[in-house]
């Protein structure tokens, strides 16, 4: 019996099928404006940095436009530790980077991997 109440105010409530006014209907949508207006933190959420996105610790997402192919490896490399700690506000050396290319082979960006 129990289970069946639950599953009908589980329906009631994925359908939104509650009276305007109601105690439910207001609950509801005071659910809706905290989870609206709640804090980014409380999700994790990291902004973006443009170009360069931290995947997890020394492991970085660069966008192509951000890899210079026309100068030396080691430049490179270099070049991209300190765009990378422009943007995290700590230094980052760069070990290596691998292209990730989608099923037609083109380059759709880079992973990095770093260490402090």
């Avoid at 404006?33 to 170009?51: G, K, N, T």
Wanted: aromatic share 12%; charged share 25%; hydrophobic share 40%.
């Amino acid at each position: 019996m129990v289970q069946a109440g639950l599953k009908g105010f589980m329906k009631r409530l994925i359908l939104w099928d509650y009276q305007r006014g109601s105690w439910q209907y207001d609950v509801m949508c005071g659910l809706v404006l905290v989870f609206m207006l709640a804090p980014h933190s409380w999700f994790r959420d990291q902004p973006r940095i443009q170009y360069a996105s931290q995947i997890s610790d020394g492991v970085f997402w660069i966008e192509p436009e951000l890899v210079n192919f026309s100068e030396p490896e080691p430049k490179r490399l270099q070049d991209l530790g300190k765009a990378l700690t422009l943007r995290t506000g700590k230094k980052q050396t760069i070990l290596r980077i691998e292209p990730i290319v989608d099923a037609e082979k083109e380059v759709k960006g880079y992973m990095a991997y770093t260490r402090p």
